[in-house]
T-cell receptor
Framework: DTEVTQTPKHLVMGMTNKKSLKCEQH?????MYWYKQKAKKPPELMFV???????INESVPSRFSPECPNSSLLNLHLHALQPEDSALYLC??????????????FGNGTRLTVT | GESVGLHLPTLSVQEGDNSIINCAYS??????FIWYKQESGKGPQFIID?????DKRQGQRVTVLLNKTVKHLSLQIAATQPGDSAVYFC????????????FGKGTLLTVNP
């Protein structure tokens, strides 16, 4: 079992729906991440939060809106998605050290299907 | 552009054999490297990491080797077991104070009983 918990495990949504993905960690990590992974491909970085502030946005379309309510929680709000946005969305966390010098711990992801 | 890549997309070994998974990186500024294992339906699981001031690091049944001269990283798995079957990714940071972890393409390891 992973120490990063993601809900829901599976999500099917229409292109006009609004939904949210949730992530929680209790390891005291202050850096949190959203990655997107298509089938048979490596994870691709979307967003990074450091101390609850957005520090990296990898030119992600505005239909994806991240939120970090506190140091343990990370949300990804979804609106007006396209079928090509169907993927595994992974949350991760790491110790904050002024940069990436400790491993990321991943959740098991949310499998998103956009119809 | 700078990228992390793998020489072998698939690797099939017999149970009990040793496995070696290779990775090439091109960013000489990278100073931290991680190997992940991803089983079907799960997120990447941390295996072992190494910093650029080291050339070898050992864990339980795993060893990571780093050759900075040729920008090459490898993961050795001793006495491979069926439970080791998974996709293995190498990943690198780019040094400095950013948080971007770049993943290689991945190698599918299949262990035959």
């Amino acid at each position: 079992d992973t120490e990063v918990t993601q809900t829901p495990k599976h999500l099917v949504m229409g292109m006009t729906n609004k939904k949210s993905l949730k992530c929680e960690q209790h390891m005291g990590h202050r850096a949190m991440y959203w990655y997107k992974q298509k089938a048979k491909k490596p994870p691709e970085l979307m967003f990074v939060y450091s101390y609850e502030k957005l520090s990296i946005n990898e030119s992600v379309p505005s239909r994806f809106s991240p939120e970090c309510p506190n140091s343990s929680l990370l949300n990804l709000h979804l609106h007006a998605l396209q079928p090509e946005d169907s993927a595994l969305y992974l949350c991760a966390s790491s110790q904050e050290g002024g940069g990436l010098n400790s491993p990321l711990h991943f959740g098991n992801g949310t499998r998103l299907t956009v119809t | 552009g700078e990228s992390v890549g793998l020489h072998l997309p698939t690797l099939s070994v017999q149970e009990g054999d040793n496995s070696i998974i290779n990775c090439a990186y091109s960013n000489s500024a990278s100073d931290y490297f991680i190997w992940y294992k991803q089983e079907s339906g799960k997120g990447p699981q941390f295996i072992i990491d190494i910093r650029s001031n080291m050339d070898k690091r050992q864990g339980q049944r795993v060893t990571v080797l780093l050759n900075k001269t040729v920008k090459h990283l490898s993961l050795q798995i001793a006495a491979t077991q069926p439970g080791d079957s998974a996709v293995y990714f190498c990943a690198e940071n780019s040094g400095g104070s950013n948080y971007k972890l770049t993943f290689g393409k991945g190698t599918l390891l299949t262990v035959n009983p």
